[in-house]
């Protein structure tokens, strides 16, 4: 069965950073893109970042600068490195694994990972 293990979230203040990872198991994790979600409360889940099982990477214009994802193909990991953050990104990221070598509309969530950023 197919998991998505997420961690990494927490409280920080505003400027702080956070790493959240994403520990995949019961998929060829190298040849998955893989991405990460968000969702703040009363809120649609919206893209964050995401990346190609080649490497490529594109994100949010909310985030571009501050964050960067990466992956760790021989330990089947994705991560988020969040940096600057903002009381506006507050909410649960959600790990996401397509089932294609890019992001499409087809894949699996992980069981999300709280993100709460003070002023």
């Known amino acids: 069965q197919v998991q998505l293990v997420e961690s990494g979230g927490g409280l920080v203040q505003a400027g702080g950073s956070l790493r959240l990872s994403c520990a995949a198991s019961?998929?060829?994790?190298?040849?998955?893109?893989m991405g990460w979600y968000r969702q703040a409360p009363g809120a649609q889940r919206e893209l964050v970042a995401r990346i190609t099982s080649g490497g490529n990477t594109n994100y949010a214009d909310s985030v571009k600068g501050r964050f960067t994802i990466s992956r760790d193909n021989t330990k089947n990991t994705v991560y988020l490195q969040m940096n600057s953050l903002k009381p506006e990104d507050t909410a649960v990221y959600y790990c996401r694994s397509s089932r294609y070598s890019i992001m499409l509309d087809d894949g699996y969530w992980g069981q999300g990972t709280q993100v709460t950023v003070s002023s």
């Open positions: 019961g998929i060829v994790f190298a040849t998955k893109a």
